[in-house]
């Protein structure tokens, strides 16, 4: 984490935390790192969701990667992995997404990748910062010939849901499904693509306004489109978030249905297929409980790594596993991307359901949902409740209290004066009396305020 941006870029409420300035220099700063380099031509794309801020940084920003020499190539609308396949798929130095994900509109971010596609290193991160901070007065200027342009590549869509469709092996005819675009960046692509695939589709929450982003809707309000999808008799309806490098889903009874189960239904298909890199599906640490009983009925191996979908694609890319992701829906399917995309893993799970031959209530029921509690307990010094072999000894008289049916998770919070305790069990009351033997002691210690 460093002073401005976080796991997910730099965010923040508009010209108050970020500024018009910070994506000047940003662009400056990634604008001359592109002229400087010479294995690709100086240039550099950037997306944005329908904030009503975006235009105003994607300005800046083009501003300050043109000044600084190398040609800014503007994409408009589109999902954050569509910047991300965009960059890799036309050589770009880097991609600039303008975006604040699942924030209000009143926020926004820069998420800045590499030729790849992918986050950043944390010393280039470390680096950018440095440069923000000696202001625009020292920001790099390039002279004549060599300042840079500025473009629309409104034509890069079309590569990009070319490539989405590529993913799929079986028409999508015969189905219902609902698509909620959270007044995001999804709208204007998410509906035409299962329209072509053959879908009955009715699309939901479609309609931005600058305004209206994230507003009751989307992955983060689902409770929307549980309503829909009953009301309308969907056989699956999906959420994504504003930049839609996520989703969740519904089945046709209502129900949500997490990260964690659209993972099992992937991982199950490419297993069967002998796809499965590995036979080892990426988690991170906040994955249900009931995900891991039935991967190991299924006999699929997994790992875990900390909460941030950059830690699962390092882990991926690391290791050759082909599958990972997160509970709140940002899956990575490696052979197709770099990054979560929330409408390739929808497309991905009606495809794997026709391959499978299975209704999606069918799928979701195989895999069993523990019930799960977190509570965040604010402490003066996380390190020495992590360090304190009471509170240790306490997670592991909770743990024995499950029997080996749940778990109990303790972490500090990466960005707030938290510790989060979470259980999973059986039952809601299990969770409750097996959180309450680490906070207690938490209590009795004085760690807890």
Not at 176 to 200: P, T, V
Not at 250 to 279: I, K, P, T, W
Not at 306 to 318: I, L, P, Y
Request: hydrophobic residues 40%.
């Amino acid at each position: 984490m460093g002073k401005y941006f976080g796991t997910d870029g730099f965010r923040g409420e508009s010209n108050v935390d970020l500024n018009p300035t910070h994506a000047y220099l940003i662009g400056s700063y990634f604008g001359q790192l592109a002229a400087n380099q010479n294995e690709l031509e100086p240039k550099i794309v950037i997306g944005q969701d329908t904030r009503q801020s975006g235009d105003m940084y994607v300005n800046a920003l083009a501003a300050g990667v043109t000044a600084a020499g190398a040609d800014a190539y503007v994409l408009g609308i589109i999902p954050t992995p569509g910047v991300a396949f965009v960059t890799k798929d036309y050589g770009f130095c880097f991609g600039i997404m303008v975006s604040a994900s699942h924030n209000p509109y009143m926020d926004n971010g820069i998420k800045v990748l590499n030729c790849d596609g992918e986050k950043l290193s944390d010393d280039v991160i470390d680096k950018c910062e440095a440069y923000i901070d000696a202001g625009a007065e020292n920001a790099v200027l390039a002279k004549h010939e060599h300042i840079g342009t500025s473009r629309g590549f409104k034509a890069a869509h079309i590569r990009y849901i070319d490539h989405l469709k590529s993913s799929v092996n079986h028409s999508f005819k015969g189905i219902k499904i609902a698509l909620d675009c959270s007044n995001g960046s999804a709208s204007a692509i998410a509906g035409g693509l299962f329209r072509d695939l053959g879908a009955d589709v009715h699309v939901f929450h479609n309609d931005p306004n600058g305004t209206n982003i994230n507003r009751d809707c989307g992955s983060t309000h689902i409770e929307s489109l549980c309503k829909k999808v009953v009301d309308g008799g969907f056989d699956i309806g999906f959420a994504y978030d504003g930049d839609a490098d996520r989703c969740l889903a519904v089945d046709s009874r209502g129900q949500e249905v997490s990260g964690d189960q659209l993972m099992f239904l992937c991982a199950r298909r490419l297993q069967r297929e002998g796809r499965l890199a590995n036979n080892t599906l990426v988690t991170t640490v906040m994955s249900n409980f009931g995900l891991y009983k039935v991967l190991d009925e299924c006999g699929i191996a997994y790992v875990k790594t900390d909460v941030g979908d950059r830690f699962v694609f390092e882990n991926m890319a690391a290791n050759g596993h082909c599958l990972g992701g997160e509970q709140s829906g940002h899956i990575i399917f490696s052979e197709f991307a770099q990054t979560g995309d929330g409408m390739l893993t929808s497309l991905l799970v009606v495809d794997s359901l026709l391959e499978l031959g299975e209704k999606f209530v069918d799928a979701v029921d195989k895999m069993v949902v523990y019930p799960q509690l977190l509570i965040n307990v604010t402490v003066g010094d996380k390190q020495a409740v992590m360090d304190d072999a009471d509170i240790v000894d306490a997670i592991a008289k909770a743990e024995e209290m499950l029997e080996g049916d749940g778990r109990v998770l303790v972490r500090p919070s990466g960005t707030e004066p938290y510790i989060r305790v979470m259980a999973e069990a059986s039952t809601d009351e299990l969770c409750e009396r097996a959180c309450n033997v680490v906070i207690d002691v938490m209590k009795d210690k004085g760690h807890a305020k």
